[in-house]
């Protein structure tokens, strides 16, 4: 275990960002579920603007906490090299992509009903997650925020398997992550708790953050 729980390994991660990141306002985005707490508290240790970043695991065939890539609100999609192996062919690919474009849309009109997404453009952006098991959804991540121009782009994870922090590493412009341990099998064997976060609490969050969000321009 590295981290008591995700409010620990937030606290952990804020403390690394806050000497360069500290008063440059950044725009801190999550990935839900998540690390949307996590986001809430680095937002606040760094004086920045908290908000989602939505993005969706495309599942193993029979595997369903296996990502054999990840796809954004747009519709954009990486695919690992090892996809094909697991039996995700052209077909099934289609198929999952459309079902999680689906509940990105859903998502989204869950999560922020009232406003658009804050816009990255010319801001620092810093993209959060709980950890780094294939680094998909992170890529898809970057890759989306990438698209819409930030002056510098961020990605902060508490805990990343060693191969997936490589692979990581040329989409953004910088990675803290804390720890690489070789012996990496899942995210949540580094936290001692490491509860479902359900939407409810993801909509309270943003409910929270949506005050900071009607002041800046969305896109």
Same mark, same amino acid.
């Given at each position: 275990m590295y981290f008591r729980d995700r409010t620990d390994a937030a606290q952990r991660?804020?403390?690394a960002l806050d000497a360069t990141y500290r008063g440059r306002h950044p725009l801190v985005l999550a990935i839900p579920r998540g690390a949307v707490p996590m986001g809430r508290v680095i937002? *606040?240790?760094?004086?920045?603007?908290l908000d989602?970043?939505?993005?969706?695991?495309l599942r193993a !065939? #029979?595997?369903?906490?296996?990502?054999?890539?990840?796809?954004?609100?747009?519709?954009?999609a990486y695919i690992a090299d090892y996809a094909a192996g697991t039996g995700a062919d052209a077909g099934y690919l289609a198929r999952e992509k459309a079902e999680q474009l689906a509940v990105l849309a859903e998502r989204r009109a869950s999560y922020t009903p009232a406003r658009t997404p804050l816009d990255p453009a010319g801001r620092t952006v810093i993209v959060?997650? *709980? #950890?780094?098991?294939? #680094?998909?959804?992170?890529?898809a991540a970057l890759h989306a925020v990438r698209a819409k121009? !930030?002056?510098?782009?961020?990605?902060?994870?508490?805990? #990343?398997?060693p191969d997936s922090v490589r692979k990581v590493a040329p989409h953004a412009d910088e990675v803290v992550c804390l720890a690489t341990p070789h012996d990496f099998y899942a995210v949540g064997q580094f936290y001692g708790?490491? !509860?479902?976060? *359900?939407?409810?609490?993801?909509?309270?969050?943003?409910?929270r953050a949506a005050p900071a969000a009607a002041g800046e321009g969305g896109v």
């Open positions: 991660l804020a403390a937002a *606040d240790a760094l004086g920045g603007d989602v970043a939505l993005v969706r695991k !065939p #029979g595997q369903p906490e296996f990502a054999v890539g990840a796809i954004d609100e747009t519709g954009w959060v997650d *709980d #950890g780094l098991a294939t #680094g998909a959804t992170m890529i121009r !930030p002056a510098q782009l961020v990605c902060a994870v508490p805990v #990343g398997a708790s490491f !509860p479902q976060v *359900d939407d409810d609490e993801v909509r309270a969050i943003l409910a």
